[in-house]
Structures are given as C-alpha cells and as structure tokens.
C-alpha cells in the first residue's frame, strides 16, 4: 500500500509542475481582446489602430500600430482586434500621417466613426450589420517581386490537409510597402505558400515555410529566397547614452526610437532608468540603430523634447530644461553633473503629466503623435500612476479554460479514489 500511495503522489507532483507551466503559457495564448470597428473619410487609406494603456504598455510594436482590415460584408468600415486592457487608441491613416486625438475606451467591442482628424465619435451598440469577424493571429510576409510581376498575391494553406486561408486562386493581394516591396498577412496556421503575380499567370512553386514574419525575394523565373531575419534591419552595435540632468529631474529615464519607422527601443514610457556613471553623469547602453531619443524625468512629467542623434555613435548630452540641451559625440571637458538649472518648461499641474514619448511639446494635451515631425513612437505612453487593474485583465483565465482545469483535477481526483477503493479491497481480502 505504501508503494502505491508513493506512486499516487509522484503523479500528483508531476501534475502539479505541468500545471503551473502551462498557466501562463495557456493565459496568453488566450488573451482576452476586444473588436474595433472604424470608419474613416474617403481620403483615409489603410487605416490603422494604435493602442496602449494607463500604464503604458503598447499594443503593438511601433507606429502607425496595427492595419484594420476592411469588412467585406459592411462597405466602408474596417474592423481589427485589440487587448482588452488597451483601452486608449488613436485611429489613423495615409502611414500614419493623419490621425484623431487620443480616445477613451470603456471596454467591450466598439464602433468608432471618423468624420475628421478631430471629430470621432464611440458607439458600442453595434453600427456594422452581421456577425463580428472571428478573431485569426496572423503573421507578415514581406515580399520582393520582379517588376514585370503586376499586382502580386500570396496564396496560402496548410500542408498536408490542404486546407486553404484564401477563398479563391490567385488569394489576397499584397499591400506596396512604400519601399518598393509589398507586405500581405497570413493565418499562423498556415505552412506552406505561393507567391504569384499578373492574374496568377505566373508563380513560384510551393514553399514550405515556419508561421513566423518572414522576408522573401522572388527572381524572374520565380526561383526564390526567404529568411526570417529582416534584411533590411540595421545592424550597429550597442551605443552608450551619458546625460546629466536638471537636479530637479528625479529619477531620469531614457526613451529611444529609430524614426520614421517608430520603431521603441523600450517596452513602455518613460523608458529605462539611467546608472551612475563617473563624474556625475548617468549612463545607459542602447540599440545602435536609435537614431531618436528624449530624456525625461519625474515618471515622465519632465521631459525634453525629441532630440535627432547619430546612429552607431556614443552620446554626450547635457540638459538644462525641457528646450534647453547641448549635444556631442564625444566627452566634453570639464563638464561634471547634475546640472543645477531648473527645467524651462514644466506641465500644469491640473495637467495630464506631461506629453508623450514622441510628440511634439506645443501639443502635449493631445497625446498624439504630430504629422509632421517623425516622432511616431510611442504615442499616449503612460503618465497615468494609477492603472485600473491592468495586470488582472492582461493574465486573467478565461471561463473555458477554468472549466478544463476543474475538468483535470476531476480525473485526478478519480484516480486517486479508485486506487485507494482497489488496495481497501486488497487489505480486506488479505
């Protein structure tokens, strides 16, 4: 008896360990999102959708956010999922050179409908007739095609069960990504495509492929390549920020990007803290390939404004305000820290703590991005100190896979008993 119960709680143990792991493994794949609906002016094209939270974590990578695809069953909206807990968006348009202000979400799916760059309006009684589109992860194909392959389209499916993403041969057409390659999205579920062009009359052959962003070139005789690393990506070795701050500017952070892509150097604003360095100044090591940055100071409520450097080159930067900084690229001499002028410009206090990463300083209310500088980064990062549960909604298990769970411990529990009722047995016949 004493072996089996030794059995029994091994397996218990070993239940235990592949619970826990796969918790968080299983909570993120089942990340609760939300629909977002969109209808914008005519002179929109290819709308997007940025979105973060009180606490300032992005939803998506780098500006202009994520593309809204078009809904073929209610002309002139578009629809995209979002995380639940990005309840702040900004719509935008024209690669993100047109945009409204910042809008509030109040949860669920909503429909938002764009008269202009400052008129929105939220509705979340639906405006959209039919279904809500089914949520599908899906995955960027970028694409180089000869210039004699017009108006290129990717063909997609699932090897061996043949299963197609596309209704219809030649598929979904590929999007011009302004440097002269084109970009199409495919379901993750997907393992193999075709990339073909003018009606279909020419193609590769069948490539198997990892459901992953992938780069891929096409010759003349459809022969091809493809990688999964960015081709295009700029490679430079990590760099060394060295600042020093007003005295005033408690706790100074760094925010970088590579502009005009928008591409963060750091998850959420303010950005990284800086370390001691030698002389008063404060240190930080950064992505070569930044090319942006601000410093800013007390949670971000102190800032200066987006300040254009070198790439690939170690930064000297003294800041005196918000408007007010020499910059060099090597040490200056004699020069040791903190600085002791007070910021030129700091927020009113009935403010909401200052402008975000990336914008420009005459329009910090707005939170948004300006259409004319490059600094489309990391719009309406958080100042807000006061995130309404965010870690909650972000982990939170959902009804279905509570119910597995209980299932589980069900079998487990079962087990257990008939084994125990089996060695009762046992003992009495003995």
Same mark, same amino acid.
């Given at each position: 008896?004493?072996?089996?119960?030794?059995?029994?709680?091994?397996?218990?143990?070993?239940?235990?360990?592949?619970?826990?792991?796969?918790?968080?493994?299983?909570?993120?794949?089942?990340?609760?999102?939300?629909?977002?609906?969109?209808?914008?002016?005519?002179?929109?094209?290819? /709308?997007?959708?940025?979105?973060?939270?009180?606490?300032?974590?992005?939803?998506?990578?780098?500006?202009?956010? =994520?593309?809204?695809?078009?809904?073929?069953?209610?002309?002139?909206?578009?629809?995209?999922?979002?995380?639940?807990?990005?309840?702040?968006?900004?719509?935008?348009?024209?690669?993100?050179?047109?945009?409204?202000?910042?809008?509030?979400?109040? =949860?669920?799916?909503?429909?938002?409908?764009?008269?202009?760059?400052?008129?929105?309006?939220?509705?979340?009684?639906?405006?959209?007739?039919?279904?809500?589109?089914?949520?599908?992860?899906?995955?960027?194909?970028?694409?180089?095609?000869?210039?004699?392959?017009?108006?290129?389209?990717?063909?997609?499916?699932?090897?061996?069960?043949?299963?197609?993403?596309?209704?219809?041969?030649?598929?979904?057409?590929?999007?011009?990504?302004?440097?002269?390659?084109?970009?199409?999205?495919?379901?993750?579920?997907?393992?193999?495509?075709?990339?073909?062009?003018?009606?279909?009359?020419?193609?590769?052959?069948?490539?198997?492929?990892? /459901?992953?962003?992938?780069?891929?070139?096409?010759?003349?005789?459809?022969?091809?390549?493809?990688?999964?690393?960015?081709?295009?990506?700029?490679?430079?070795?990590?760099?060394?920020?060295?600042?020093?701050?007003?005295?005033?500017?408690?706790?100074?952070?760094?925010?970088?990007?590579?502009?005009?892509? @928008?591409?963060?150097?750091?998850?959420?604003?303010?950005?990284?803290?800086?370390?001691? @360095?030698?002389?008063?100044?404060?240190?930080?090591?950064?992505?070569?390939?930044?090319?942006?940055?601000?410093?800013?100071?007390?949670?971000?409520?102190?800032?200066?404004?987006?300040?254009?450097?070198?790439?690939?080159?170690?930064?000297?930067?003294?800041?005196?305000?918000?408007?007010?900084?020499?910059?060099?690229?090597?040490? /200056?001499?004699?020069?040791?820290? /903190?600085?002791?002028?007070?910021?030129?410009?700091?927020?009113?206090?009935?403010?909401?703590?200052?402008?975000?990463?990336?914008?420009?300083?005459?329009?910090?209310?707005?939170?948004?991005?300006?259409?004319?500088?490059?600094?489309?980064?990391?719009?309406?990062?958080?100042?807000?100190?006061?995130?309404?549960?965010?870690?909650?909604?972000?982990? @939170?298990?959902? @009804?279905?896979?509570?119910?597995?769970?209980?299932?589980?411990?069900?079998?487990?529990?079962?087990?257990?008993?008939?084994?125990?009722?089996?060695?009762?047995?046992?003992?009495?016949?003995?």
């Amino acid at each position: 008896m004493t072996k089996s119960l030794k059995k029994i709680a091994a397996f218990l143990s070993m239940f235990a360990m592949a619970f826990v792991l796969f918790l968080p493994m299983q909570a993120k794949a089942d990340e609760e999102r939300t629909a977002l609906f969109v209808q914008v002016p005519d002179d929109w094209e290819n /709308p997007c959708v940025w979105a973060w939270d009180e606490d300032g974590n992005n939803a998506f990578d780098a500006w202009p956010g =994520g593309e809204a695809e078009a809904d073929t069953a209610n002309e002139g909206w578009y629809y995209i999922y979002i995380p639940a807990w990005a309840n702040h968006v900004i719509v935008n348009a024209n690669e993100g050179n047109v945009q409204t202000g910042e809008i509030l979400l109040e =949860g669920g799916n909503a429909w938002i409908t764009v008269e202009d760059a400052d008129n929105a309006s939220v509705s979340y009684e639906a405006l959209t007739q039919g279904d809500i589109p089914e949520y599908v992860e899906k995955f960027i194909i970028h694409a180089s095609v000869p210039e004699s392959w017009e108006s290129p389209c990717l063909w997609a499916w699932s090897a061996p069960d043949g299963t197609n993403a596309f209704d219809a041969w030649p598929g979904a057409p590929f999007k011009a990504d302004g440097n002269g390659g084109y970009t199409a999205k495919a379901p993750v579920w997907v393992n193999s495509i075709i990339i073909n062009a003018n009606d279909g009359s020419v193609q590769t052959e069948d490539i198997s492929i990892d /459901p992953a962003e992938l780069w891929i070139t096409v010759a003349d005789d459809g022969s091809y390549e493809f990688t999964y690393d960015d081709p295009n990506a700029v490679s430079a070795p990590d760099i060394h920020v060295n600042v020093i701050a007003p005295a005033d500017w408690s706790a100074p952070c760094l925010w970088a990007w590579s502009a005009p892509d @928008g591409t963060n150097a750091f998850a959420s604003w303010p950005g990284e803290p800086f370390a001691e @360095g030698e002389d008063g100044w404060l240190t930080l090591t950064v992505p070569g390939w930044i090319n942006s940055i601000i410093v800013n100071g007390n949670e971000g409520s102190v800032q200066t404004s987006d300040i254009s450097v070198e790439t690939g080159k170690d930064i000297w930067l003294v800041v005196t305000g918000a408007e007010e900084y020499e910059l060099s690229y090597e040490k /200056p001499d004699g020069v040791t820290g /903190p600085a002791d002028t007070a910021p030129a410009d700091t927020p009113d206090a009935d403010s909401d703590g200052g402008q975000d990463a990336g914008t420009d300083p005459d329009n910090s209310a707005d939170q948004t991005p300006d259409a004319d500088t490059d600094a489309t980064d990391n719009v309406g990062a958080g100042q807000s100190t006061d995130p309404a549960d965010s870690d909650s909604s972000k982990t @939170g298990l959902s @009804g279905g896979l509570i119910a597995l769970i209980v299932a589980a411990c069900a079998v487990v529990l079962a087990v257990i008993a008939g084994v125990v009722v089996k060695l009762k047995k046992k003992g009495n016949k003995s």
